[in-house]
């Protein structure tokens, strides 16, 4: 059993699946490598069974950047053309959401914006730059 934590963008909107062995979810996610100057994506498919997962379902939509820990696995299956095709999927027992910065066309997080200046103010209680107050 190899367990795996990756991290990748959520291709399609998360799907919740129910059978007669109960609900799942079920989602694929891209995952980007780079080496020597290349970049490969991946995609893997998630699964998992979690109560708390089945829940998060409505956020799990496309383009999130998502942390996955689990159990991987593969299975073999052929195409239309007949052609050999691998399957890498993790049964997640993670599922964190990760920020990446702010994105286009949404409304900054605070109320009002900050406003930049050259003047660091100095705290009430901090001593000043008195030679005299130094211990050594």
Known sequence: ???????????????????????????????????????????????????NHIRLSEYLTKGRLLLVEGTLSTSLWKDKKDNPQIQISISADVLKFISAGKREGTAPETASPAVATDEVPTPPDSPQDSHEDLPF
Not at 18 to 42: C, L, M, P, Q
Request: charged share 20%; hydrophobic share 35%; aromatic share 10%.
């Open 1 to 51: 059993m190899l367990y795996v934590h990756t991290i990748g963008r959520i291709g399609k909107d998360c799907q919740v699946v129910t059978g007669t062995h109960g609900s799942f979810i079920a989602f694929d996610i891209a995952v980007d490598d780079y080496a020597h100057g290349n970049s490969i994506t991946t995609w893997v498919r998630v699964r998992s069974k979690k109560e």
